[in-house]
Nanobody, 125 residues
Framework: QVQLVESGGGLVQAGGSLRLSCAAS????????MGWFRQAPGKERMFVAA????????YYADSVKGRFTISRDNAKNTVYLQMNSLKPEDTAVYYC??????????????????WGQGTQVTVSS
């Protein structure tokens, strides 16, 4: 049974930082690209960042480029999202997801077969 468990969300002031983690189990982690998505109230779930199985290919949404950093530790079956210079518009539930591929990580929801339950990030102004 595949499980993705996010942690690290919370309430932070604008300009602050948070580090999200996503621990994976029940799958061969190194065979999966990993992605982060977010969903604000009343809006669609949107792509944030993705990383290939070996960490050599990384994509970011334009809205987070230069502020967020995705990374992974295959020995720990964990993917991270370091979020700096947070803005109120970053407020959302953040989800990690797994995409079975040895190639380019997906930047849309479609390729991702497994999803976590989400963690809330709230940025106050």
């Amino acid at each position: 049974q595949v499980q993705l468990v996010e942690s690290g969300g919370g309430l932070v002031q604008a300009g602050g930082s948070l580090r999200l983690s996503c621990a994976a189990s029940g799958l061969t982690f190194s065979r999966y690209a990993m992605g982060w998505f977010r969903q604000a109230p009343g809006k669609e779930r949107m792509f944030v960042a993705a990383i290939s199985w070996d960490g050599t290919t990384i994509y970011y949404a334009d809205s987070v480029k230069g502020r967020f950093t995705i990374s992974r530790d295959n020995a720990k079956n964990t993917v991270y999202l370091q979020m700096n210079s947070l803005k109120p518009e970053d407020t959302a539930v953040y989800y990690c997801a797994a995409h079975r591929t040895s190639g380019t990580p997906g930047i849309s929801r479609g390729p991702y077969a497994y999803w976590g339950q989400g963690t809330q990030v709230t940025v106050s102004s």
